[in-house]
């Protein structure tokens, strides 16, 4: 791989990608119009388009993306309540924009477009671990949105012959994340709450349960897919850890007193069977949410 475009490159796991990338001597081109992203998470080394994937025109994103040999694809709105609540802008980024780019991935000539799916696809599950093959029952448009560029992925791939990749990561962690998620990211809320001297707001029980996942582990899963010899065909992998902490667990891990309001609609446990991305992709995932969250502590101060 000698030159990847990030879309979304600015934002929490996107900027992780490019910056492996760079260290490994990649050439690398972001495209992002910071709605979500920060200019601080922009690699100084890569190139950087201010652009909306939605907005754009199909021959702009198709010139940025020639000589390109992979596209990581990890650009979207990621908030489930906001998609709630206008359902329409959400759609046009995360299925306008993502079929926006397959199709300038495709007119492009680039190898492989590797898609920042989600595990909210699967909504309320009744399999845990949970494997590729469960029934697929979104909660919310965000969810929805999320599955339906799977579709579009596995489409192009049929139809077009450009390979495709869907990774579904699950509750994803760790260096740079946002205070705002698709799940609204409970530990930095927490440790800002804590901070500023606030007792830790649950909503709902703090009972629902998710697999927390290492932010590089997330890395390591793209880089795998991009490098992967054989066509992948559209095909969806669950990257998550493979275990699970309930939400009262992350916040007793933090510290602090902890208060119970908001109710919410959003399933109960998330937990990965991910024995399908370590068998094909040979991926293996190393976080380890307490050690982490020690660490972080410490950085913090707290």
């Not at 595990?119 to 590729?132: A, D, L």
């Not at 602090?256 to 024995?275: H, M, V």
Request: net charge positive; hydrophobic share 35%.
């Amino acid at each position: 791989m000698k030159k990847a475009i990030v879309t979304g490159g600015a934002g929490f796991i996107g900027s992780n990608i490019v910056d492996k990338l760079i260290e490994q001597g990649v050439e690398v081109s972001i495209i992002d119009d910071l709605s979500t992203g920060a200019k601080k998470n922009i690699n100084p080394k890569a190139t950087f388009y201010k652009l909306n994937i939605y907005k754009t025109s199909i021959l702009r994103l198709k010139t940025i993306m020639e000589g390109a040999d992979v596209v990581f694809h990890t650009a979207a709105l990621a908030r489930v309540q906001p998609s709630i609540e206008d359902p329409v802008s959400f759609n046009d980024v995360n299925v306008g924009g993502t079929l926006n780019i397959l199709l300038a991935a495709y007119k492009a000539g680039v190898k492989r477009v590797i898609y920042s799916a989600s595990s909210s696809c699967y909504g309320e599950c009744k399999t845990f671990p949970t494997p590729e093959n469960e029934p697929t029952n979104p909660l919310s448009p965000y969810g929805l949105q999320k599955y339906v560029g799977e579709q579009y992925c596995r489409m192009f791939s049929e139809v077009y012959n450009l390979d495709t990749v869907s990774l579904r990561y699950f509750n994803v962690y760790g260096e740079g994340m946002n205070l705002e998620g698709a799940y609204k990211l409970a530990i930095p809320i927490f440790a800002n709450q804590i901070l500023e001297g606030k007792p830790l707001t649950i909503t709902n029980d703090g009972k629902q349960r998710r697999d927390f996942t290492y932010v590089q582990d997330v890395v390591d899963a793209n880089l795998l897919a991009a490098t992967y010899k054989e066509n992948l065909k559209g095909e969806s992998f669950n990257i998550g850890n493979g275990n699970n902490y309930s939400i009262n667990e992350v916040a007793d891990m933090l510290g602090g007193k902890k208060i119970y309001g908001e109710k919410r609609i959003e399933p109960f446990e998330t937990l990965a069977d991910n024995s399908k991305a370590k068998s094909i992709l040979k991926w293996n995932p190393k976080g380890d949410l307490p050690s982490w969250i020690k660490k972080y502590k410490k950085e913090l101060g707290i």
